[in-house]
């Protein structure tokens, strides 16, 4: 699977299992009736949020931007950015869950929207089979699409809390291109 060490559980039907277990006894997942309204609302909600991402890298490096906002010149927002090209990620697959009929809140609503991505998703092969006749053939693999999500959510981490903001241009640029990915085949997908 196209993830890190701190995510090979994703790719262990057993220990995910036990996860999700442990997810519904906190209740951070529940079973719903499938909304598509409600995914609706979030999925507008992860537009937003690639937009604000692009935003904020935007004002980071164009000049006139930085002049128009009245901003200094080395004033960066890519950390924001990272944040925010994940948060598009997360909301996405929280609409995909909830198409589903699965909701996944608080305690741990992002180990609990990830797990549960894994679990009732990927594990099983419903989304590989779902892009599949969506595509007619395998242009994205399901995997592929987790493994961004658990990237993703380790760089949130790492650039918002560990890294100076100037440092991370690329990093967010890579963040940006993985969650217009990861929305482009969910869209399609909520569309179905």
């Known amino acids: 699977m196209a993830f890190r060490d701190k995510h090979e559980y994703l790719g262990n039907e057993r220990i995910l299992e036990s996860e999700i277990a442990k997810h519904k006894a906190k209740e951070s997942i529940q079973k719903a009736a499938a909304s598509k309204a409600e995914a609706l609302l979030n999925f507008s909600r992860a537009r937003s949020e690639l937009k604000q991402a692009r935003i904020l890298f935007e004002a980071s490096y164009k000049e006139k931007l930085k002049q128009e906002l009245n901003l200094l010149p080395d004033d960066t927002f890519y950390s924001g950015a990272i944040a925010h090209a994940y948060y ?47 595509y007619e053939s395998a242009l994205v693999r399901a995997d592929s699409l987790l493994g961004l999500f658990a990237r993703e ?40």
């Open 88 to 134: 598009a990620i997360f909301f996405s697959a929280k609409a995909l869950l909830l198409t589903a009929g699965i909701r996944t809140k608080s305690p741990n609503i992002h180990k609990a929207t990830l797990d549960a991505f894994a679990y009732y998703f990927i594990i099983n092969g419903k989304l590989d089979v779902k892009l599949l006749r969506l």
């Open 153 to 192: 959510q380790d760089k949130r981490g790492k650039f918002t809390y560990r890294q100076l903001p100037q440092t991370n241009k690329e990093p967010a640029e890579e963040s940006i291109e993985h969650a217009k990915s990861f929305l482009m085949h969910i869209e399609k997908l909520i569309a179905e």
